[in-house]
């Protein structure tokens, strides 16, 4: 029971550290947070507002309203793509440095099993010479 409850805590903390990093990169928009959500509610609402200003109330030409509403649509765009490549590096950084520390765990790791092998040997050698 003592491993299954272990295994259960660790699973709550990976969950939790799962949780944080979604939030975190939420933050830097990998996900809707509340200024995207005004941004884009105000250009979508510009947009209705041009599109019925100028195709039913006829206060602005037509074409002019639909050249308008598309610069809007194309800003959003734009936008868009800013706060994806802004999450995007966010997490490749963090992947990078994964990396780096997997690999210092590696070298790590490499120095200790060569060194288990010396006293290995060390010991080998030893009971040898005691018969």
């Not at 868009?80 to 950084?93: D, G, I, L, N, P």
């Not at 690999?103 to 050698?125: A, H, V």
Request: charged share 30%.
């Amino acid at each position: 029971m003592k491993g299954e409850d272990r295994l259960r805590e660790e699973l709550h903390e990976f969950q939790q550290e799962k949780e944080r990093i979604r939030n975190i990169v939420g933050q830097i928009g990998g996900i809707n947070n509340r200024q995207n959500k005004i941004i884009n509610t105000l250009l979508i609402v510009i947009i209705i507002v041009l599109l019925v200003l100028g195709g039913v109330f006829k206060r602005i030409t037509p074409s002019m309203a639909v050249q308008v509403a598309i610069l809007f649509g194309v800003l959003k765009l734009i936008w868009m793509f800013y706060e994806s490549q802004r999450a995007s590096h966010f997490q490749f950084w963090i992947l990078n440095s994964l990396e780096f520390r997997i690999n210092e765990m590696y070298k790590k790791t490499n120095s200790i099993e060569k060194e288990l092998k010396e006293l290995k040997k060390i010991r080998e050698q030893e009971k040898t010479d005691d018969k």
